[in-house]
């Protein structure tokens, strides 16, 4: 397999306690590391991307390597924001050299144009987005960063790639605000893609943005990215709506003769959608008439009630409030000891606390 190459140096003489440090950061995050006396190694889910660390006298040395150009830039964001904090006190000045360093655009923009949009659902609009050049989003790497211009701007203004392996962003008055999104739908050939937007009542960069949105508005994107599904015999797989992009996308993608559950949580009946699935695992629409998105516990008592499967070959993924990710992630690795590679819990959005 080829590999995409980069590498960085700090100068420093805590290397040793700076890369234990990042390893035991970036392994909270569920990256895979491992610590020998020769020095580190960190690959991302999928073990095609990966970083080795060496600690010298004088030095802190990283070469990352990727079989994707989207595995090496995550490489170099992740190790480029963990040697900045670890070392913050020593200011180190983190520079990558080698595969896209000498880029002036970053690989993954793209501007996008409103080409059309529908509502599918009360409460649900699909936007159609065109632009060229879409391949790489074609992959089981299923998120976006959208990038909404500020208003009265005569051109927007995009991140760049920065020496350090992060973008580097307008000044504030100029930086398009950003927010995750899940693609729907791509279409390489036709430069098309599909994002589905929940249409919320309380205001939102996002959702304000999709509810006046008009044929020809211009947006950016940066992508993709995301954790892909683990290869398994069984999958229990839940989400509110704000997954239901992601849940299609994945149930999509299983085979055939895939078995498991999937439970989705909406409002009411208005909310489903028709979302194509293998026969032997089966869709529940959970509803809550009422009950506050967020503060209920239908989601979460449904995916418990399940009874995996004996031979534990099994995956559990969910999308949901911020709360709720974190419940089933824990009950998931210490109630049933699902171990890391085993389940992917997000928290698609985060719920505000109500004043006292």
Known sequence: MAFLEAQTRISTLSARAYMATICDNLSAMEMLTRVDDHGARISLADERSFADLTATNDGLDVNARSATEQGLSALKFMLGLQLEKVAASEKPEVVWSGHGCDLDVLPGLREMRVRRFADITPHVRRITLSGDNLARFDSDSIHVRLLFPPAGLEKPEWPRPGKNGRPSWPADDR???????????????????????????????????????????????????????????????????????????????????????????????RETQSIPHPEGVSLTWLFRRGQKPGRNTLLADALKSVSLPDHRDVFAWLGAEDAIAQTMRSYWRNELGLNRAQHLAVGYWRLEKESV
Do not use: C
């Open 175 to 269: 930086r398009p605000a950003a927010r995750l999104y899940t693609i729907r739908r791509v279409n390489v050939a036709d430069g098309e893609m599909d994002i589905d937007f929940v249409l919320h009542e309380a205001p939102g960069v996002a959702s304000d943005w999709a509810k006046s949105v008009k044929e020809g508005d211009l947006i950016g994107l940066l992508g993709p990215g995301g954790r892909e599904l683990a290869t398994a015999q069984w999958h229990l797989i839940g989400g509110d709506e704000t997954a239901i992009p992601a849940i299609a996308r994945i149930l999509e993608r299983l085979p055939a003769d895939a078995r498991g559950a999937t439970f989705i949580e909406v409002e009411d009946e």
